[in-house]
T-cell receptor, first 114, second 116 residues
């Protein structure tokens, strides 16, 4: 059974600091997505990573994918309060019968304090 | 451009009652998904449609859940009868094509269901 594990699950950090969220998965995949979810809101797509070594950056967020290590990272640079949200990684897998689906991690709840 | 629309946004029902959720995907998106998100968890896929065909419903509890996507546009998800454990947020998402090709899924705001 595929497992997608994020850590940490909860992260409290100060504005201006840097930190990395990790996403490990247990089966072969070269497609990984990062989403952001604000409280009571839906999921907003942040990054789509489609190959080993892929790196994408948007503002203070940078995501990377290492398919050999089955690891993706979401790096936060100089955090600001507006980044407070829950961040999910999701791995695209092929399972029985050739169907594909996204399997999500439990999410990392990020709180950025002034 | 309008995003994925869902209604109602909130629903409170007593157990054993039926409930239905409605989703209107982004215009032109062929693929539609229903997910369930429990508190503190990531979304879990219930069913995926390509146009009007349910191509993956292996995760849908078929004894009480049903879904349809008539004419390949809007979709409804029904629970009958609802149980306490069905309390969750039900999310609808859509994409141009199947996400295995790297297509992003766009999510609606969800319907928050509370079963008492």
């Amino acid at each position: 059974e595929l497992k997608v594990e994020q850590n940490p699950l909860f992260l409290s950090m100060q504005e201006g600091k840097n930190y990395t969220i990790y996403c490990n998965y247990s089966t072969t995949s070269d497609r990984l997505y990062w989403y952001r979810q604000d409280p009571g809101k839906s999921l907003e797509s942040l990054f789509v990573l489609l190959s080993n070594g892929a790196v994408k950056q948007e503002g203070r967020l940078m995501a990377s994918l290492d398919t050999k290590a089955r690891l993706s990272t979401l790096h936060i640079t100089a955090a600001v309060h507006d980044l407070s949200a829950t961040y999910f990684c999701a791995v695209d897998i092929v399972y029985r019968g050739g169907s594909e689906k996204l399997v999500f991690g439990k999410g990392t709840k990020l709180t950025v304090n002034p | 451009e309008a995003g994925v629309v869902q209604s109602p946004r909130y629903k409170i029902i007593e157990k054993k009652q039926p409930v239905a959720f409605w989703c209107n995907p982004i215009s032109g998106h062929n693929t539609l998904y229903w997910y369930r998100q429990n508190l503190g968890q990531g979304p879990e896929l219930l069913i995926r449609y390509e146009n009007e065909e349910a191509v993956d419903d292996s995760q849908l509890p078929k004894d009480r859940f049903s879904a349809e996507r008539l004419k390949g546009v809007d979709s409804t998800l029904k629970i009958q009868p609802a149980e306490l454990g069905d309390s969750a947020v039900y999310l609808c998402a859509s994409s141009l094509e199947v996400s295995g090709a790297g297509e992003t899924q766009y999510f609606g705001p969800g319907t928050r269901l509370l079963v008492l």
